[in-house]
């Protein structure tokens, strides 16, 4: 049986910060589902269909990584409902800060209590990619700044058509 982990995200855009949670889920699990909410109760720069697409291009294009260990959809339904869908036993969370950790405590919390046979792994990325959130990269390149160090290059071209 395939160890198979779900990572549920705005991914508004995708960031190295997303990108280090994920290449360390490859080392514990056999295959990772990017899973992007399509939530109503959030403003979001991109749609789901083009986040999709940027993820694609960051994952597979930019970095190469293994197409048959990943696996990039949309949801809009609860992530535990997502997880027995597909068979996950797992659901993946990035921690940057302190600060995030009260918020994904009470997530872990409430999704153990929805289905109690689901554990939540929670990943830091590296540190020099802690501090990178994908609000701050939005406003950085809308002031006409340098964003390179906090994501791919096509992810890079996606943002600067958005705000050309």
């Known amino acids: 049986m395939k160890n ?27 295959k990772i589902v990017v899973a992007v909410s399509d939530g109503n109760n959030k403003q979001y720069l991109f749609s789901s269909d083009e986040r999709l697409d940027i993820i694609k291009n960051a994952l597979f294009k930019d970095l190469n990584f293994d197409k048959k260990r990943i696996k990039i959809i949309t ?28 918020y994904e405590f009470q997530l872990a919390g409430m999704n153990r209590k929805l289905n109690n046979n689901i554990e939540t792994i929670f990943l830091m990325s590296d540190v020099e990619n802690q501090i990178i959130s994908s609000k701050f990269v939005k406003e950085i390149i809308s002031l006409g700044g340098d964003v390179k160090k906090f994501t791919t290059k096509s992810t890079i071209k996606s943002l600067k058509e958005k705000y050309d």
Request: hydrophobic letters at 40%.
């Open 75 to 102: 949801f809009k339904s609860l992530t535990t409902d997502l997880c027995k869908k597909n068979n996950s036993k797992v659901i993946l969370r990035g921690l940057r800060a302190v600060s995030d950790f009260e």
């Open 4 to 30: 198979i982990a779900i990572y549920p995200g705005t991914f508004d855009p995708i960031t190295f910060g997303h990108i280090d949670v994920i290449k360390k889920a490859l080392k514990l699990v056999d």
